[in-house]
């Protein structure tokens, strides 16, 4: 059977005293498996069962249809006969408990009756068209999404797989998802009788998928008790000494949250603002964290205060009283409003001190912000249904341009961007066990970016991502021709990390035979960019190499080595000193420069701008006057930065020679995520021919810079 799970008081490990929320008593699973053992109830009336379903079910939804709730109850009632839990609890007291969960965080109608089914095509002999035929399309296709396939079918690979279904139903329905945590959670709430192997297995799937997945879609009501589930099973002895931290702040005989929560009450009250002030606890593991953070804890670490308002902007008026009539601590001010997180969570958050040291972390939103905070992508209700519900939502659905979606296609327009890229690169995944460990990395990244295109368009991207994920994020395997990148205007490495905001233009190459380098691998964090650089280069094992050759195997004849240049154009004003030109900054006519005295009577000369003359000045080293003089030959040395690509040398030493100037030295280092850099030390037999020189290397198909040499070096 598909949830394992036990009696809450069949010993095992500690579980979290989580607080219920809206005061609701626990649903008594012993009294459910009575009242289900009696079979159903007449068809006018709803079974006693679902009582407590039907009472959380009108809180949210008052006017809703109870009928498909009595007609699932009684399928899944009479399918479920007979079966037991491993607690000894009847069956149906597991689905009942799941649809509490998801009623209590307001899920429509459609949702509940797919979650009181959802074991029964896993585990009965009910079938997928019978849930069609007595429920609609809808239901048929939650059910179908939250079902297990089979071991027998796919043995190691049965939960992967399994997985792997569950995502690709909810890129089409996040309903799916809502429901496999539901499940999860009441399985994880009754998991004491498991082997302890088995619990620490769950455990670890649990926090490794299904809590950074109820994170992303917003859950946090769900999230933060799995959190401390999975807490008290992982870390046992870290989970009993933080709960011995909260019993004994529970016992103190005061309470400065609430003082200070009584304090802000009453500004609000002078400033005419209508707000509800409320104590909110933390989790287990939410003190954990803070004390982790903070060391020893102080009553108002305890908690946090909400504040709860009617409009968008009595949140920031109630935030301009507290920082106006209390001390902010201005490093807690963070704007989620303005700049939503990307599971759709909005709230103001700051923090207020007392004198005393005490801070109170406060957190201001909407009344429907909050319902949106707990309840995520489960408070957006059926996100098909037109503004007047119909008898059959799919039959409904329209795509954005109001037309109908095609043959078996679904349009969800709640599914959020880093669903969409999961989907994406779950089809290349070559096999179940890449999937899977792709996966955990993919969730395990829980900050979101977002990038611009040129365009105007945008890209969504984990924190972390570098140019190598944009440009594979925007062009799939085409990205294999990319062959450079501006970032906010720019040139950048493509290993640069990018942040929040930065603007990417991809830079993509024409020639056919550009292909991706094997370092883009030690730069690629999304699962989309690795496992398609991955495929190419087990594609073509012998064509990942460089480019170009190392400088050694290409070095153009010279007429010696590559030795400091003349300086036999310069006067200086010290008779038979020796001159010659830094290395560091290459100066030719008519730079500024300056000179200084070294050892052995030789006077350096420097470039004015040069970073070594602060560095000389600031030794107490003299400048010496120096002056360029009549001749107007020169040698220089320029860096050319490339794109690599073949007989891109070639090409640049003919221009090179094209422009009348001599070579002394050339030089190429080994390529470096596809950029080449050329060092040349050329002969110009005018300085002033020096900038048409650089247009014509510039020109060179794939060379995007050329500059002069100017070393950061502290020789002389």
């Known amino acids: 059977m598909s949830a394992e799970a036990t009696n809450p008081a069949t010993p095992g490990p500690i579980t979290p005293a989580v607080q219920r929320r809206r005061g609701r008593p626990r649903i008594d699973l012993r009294r459910l498996g009575r ?7 007449g068809r006018d009336r709803l079974p006693d069962a679902i009582g407590h379903v039907v009472e959380a079910h009108r809180a949210h939804h008052p006017d809703a249809d109870l009928d498909p709730l009595r007609r699932a109850y009684v399928l899944a009632e009479s399918s479920h006969r007979g079966q037991m839990r491993k607690s000894g609890e009847p069956y149906i007291t597991h689905p009942l408990a799941v649809t509490l969960i998801l009623a209590e965080l307001g899920a429509e109608t459609t949702t509940l009756t797919a979650s009181l089914l959802h074991d029964t095509v896993e585990d009965t002999e009910v079938t997928l068209d019978q849930v ?8 048929r296709y939650l059910v179908d999404g939250v079902t297990k396939l089979e071991k027998v079918d796919y043995g190691a690979a049965a939960e992967p797989e399994t997985f792997r279904k569950m995502l690709v139903a909810t890129g089409s329905d996040v309903r799916v998802m809502s429901i496999k945590l539901a499940d999860r959670l009441h399985n994880m709430r009754t998991l004491g009788v498991m082997r302890p192997e088995k619990q620490e297995r769950i455990a670890k799937v649990t926090k490794d998928v299904l809590i950074p997945l109820a994170e992303r879609l917003g859950v946090q009501a769900l999230k933060t008790e799995l959190e401390d589930l999975v807490f008290a099973i992982l870390r046992p002895e870290e ?3 933080t709960r011995e931290l909260i019993v004994e702040n529970s016992s103190r005989t005061d309470d400065p949250l609430a003082e200070i929560a009584e304090e802000v009450r009453g500004v609000l009250r002078e400033s005419g603002l209508q707000a509800e002030v409320l104590i909110r606890p933390r989790h287990f593991v939410s003190v954990h964290r803070v004390s982790r953070k903070r060391g020893e804890l102080r009553g108002a670490d305890f908690g946090r205060l909400l504040v709860l308002v009617n409009e968008d902007a009595d949140c920031y008026g109630v935030l301009g009283e507290l920082h106006t009539c209390l001390t902010p601590v201005v490093s807690e001010f963070k704007d989620f409003i303005a700049v939503p997180k990307f599971n759709l969570y909005q709230s103001l958050h700051t923090a207020v001190a007392r004198s005393d040291g005490q801070v109170a972390e406060v957190l201001i939103r909407t009344h429907q912000m909050h319902k949106v905070a707990e309840a995520g992508v489960i408070a957006l209700g059926n996100p098909y249904a037109s503004p007047v519900d119909s008898v059959d939502p799919v039959e409904e659905q329209t795509v954005g341009d109001g037309s109908r979606p095609a043959d078996g296609e ?3 327009p709640t599914r959020p961007g880093w669903l969409s890229r999961l989907l994406d690169w779950q089809e290349a995944a070559p ?7 792709t996966l955990r990395e993919d969730l395990a990244q829980d900050r979101e970016i977002t990038v611009f295109r040129p365009d105007g368009g945008t890209l969504g991207l984990p924190a972390g991502a570098s140019c190598v994920d944009a440009a594979y994020e925007q062009y799939g395997e085409d990205a294999h021709a990319c ?6 205007g720019r040139l950048a490495r493509l290993s640069t990390v990018l942040s929040d905001g930065d603007t990417v233009q991809l830079l993509m190459g024409q020639d056919p035979a550009s292909e991706p380098s094997r370092e883009w691998l030690e730069h690629a964090h999304t699962p989309v960019a690795r496992i398609a650089i991955t495929r190419w280069l087990a594609a073509h094992p012998a064509s990942a190499a460089p480019a170009e050759a190392p400088a050694e195997t290409r070095r153009p004849a010279a007429d010696g080595p590559a030795a400091r240049p003349a300086a036999a154009d310069v006067v200086v004003d010290r008779p038979g000193a020796t001159v010659r030109l830094a290395g560091c900054c290459t100066p030719v ?3 500024a420069i300056t000179g200084f005295s070294v050892r052995g009577g030789v006077v350096t000369v420097h470039r004015v701008e040069c970073a070594a003359v602060e560095r000389m000045k600031s030794v107490g080293r003299a400048e010496v006057e120096v002056r360029w003089g009549d001749s107007s030959e020169c040698r220089v040395t320029l860096f050319a930065e490339s794109f690599g690509r073949p007989h891109l040398l070639a090409d640049l030493t003919e221009a090179i020679a094209l422009e009348g100037v001599a070579i002394v030295s050339a030089t190429v280092e080994p390529p470096s995520q596809q950029r080449v850099r050329h060092t040349y030390t050329l002969q110009l037999p005018d300085a002033a021919h020096l900038p048409a020189l650089m247009r014509a290397m510039r020109n060179v198909p794939g060379v995007f810079d050329v500059s002069r040499a100017h070393h950061q070096s502290t020789t002389t």
């Not at 009242?35 to 109830?41: M, N, T, V, W």
């Not at 035929?133 to 239901?139: I, K």
């Not at 062959?483 to 906010?488: E, M």
């Open 35 to 41: 009242a289900a053992l009696l079979g159903p109830a």
């Open 132 to 139: 069609r035929a007595e429920f609609g399309e809808e239901v």
């Open 239 to 241: 989970y009993a000494h």
């Open 410 to 412: 679904r349009a969800d």
């Open 431 to 437: 096999d179940p066990d890449t999937f899977w460990s």
């Open 483 to 488: 062959i450079g990148v501006r970032v906010n």
């Open 589 to 591: 006519p008519p730079d």
